[in-house]
Structures are given as C-alpha cells and as structure tokens.
C-alpha cells in the first residue's frame, strides 16, 4: 500500500515510517495539513495516516480538504491523536475520518 503518513512531529512520522516500511508498504510523509492535502492530491495514497494537532491546517480540516477532493475513491484516513475523550474522538468521524489511534504508537503488541 502506498500509506501517507501526515504528522508534524518528525520523529512520529520516522517511527510509522519505519513500521510501515518494514512491513512493505510505501510511505510518504507531510509535515502539515497543507503538504498532507497537496500530497495527497498528486500522489493518490491507499490510506491516510493523520495528526489532529498542527500549525496552520490541523488534521480536522486537511481531512475534511481530502474527502472533499477524493472523487469517487474511497482512501481511509485514520487519525492519531492524544486526546482520548469522547468529544475529540466523535470530531475525528464527523469531519470523515474512519477510524482513529491514540498516541503513542508502537509496534508491539499489546
């Protein structure tokens, strides 16, 4: 799969990078909402890796600007995020996302 992963964090994106990689798939990587939205309409990902909280375009309205521009594909966006009450995790849904993981992220098993 071709996953975009957008994060404004450089070391959560090398870590999903890393996991992603070593399972075979083809990452690429945004470092804001506007670079996920501009990346995602040149390079046409599988899947959609997305931080909430990022200067500038945060990851609610880059979901938003992806669904909105994604024709008749269907491209998943699950969010990572920090915040696990229930308000924050509806808004990841609302705005069209599909799923979403709490931080942090390893790739361990539980």
């Keep these: 799969m071709r996953i975009l992963v957008v994060d404004d964090q450089a070391p959560n994106r090398g870590l999903l990078s890393y ?13 804001d909402g506007e670079s996920g939205v501009a990346q995602f309409q040149s390079v046409a990902p599988d899947l959609v890796l997305m931080d909430v909280a990022m200067p500038g375009m945060d990851g609610y309205e880059a979901a938003r600007t992806m669904k909105a ?8 966006i699950i969010f990572l995020t920090a915040h696990s009450d229930e308000a924050s ?3 990841c849904l609302e705005v ?3 799923d979403f993981l709490t931080k942090p992220i390893n790739d361990r098993p539980c």
């Design 69 to 76: 521009n994604a024709d008749d594909r269907h491209v998943p």
């Design 19 to 31: 996991i992603l990689e070593d399972d075979g798939h083809e990452v690429l990587e945004a470092t």
């Design 96 to 98: 069209g996302g599909d």
């Design 89 to 91: 995790l509806s808004r």
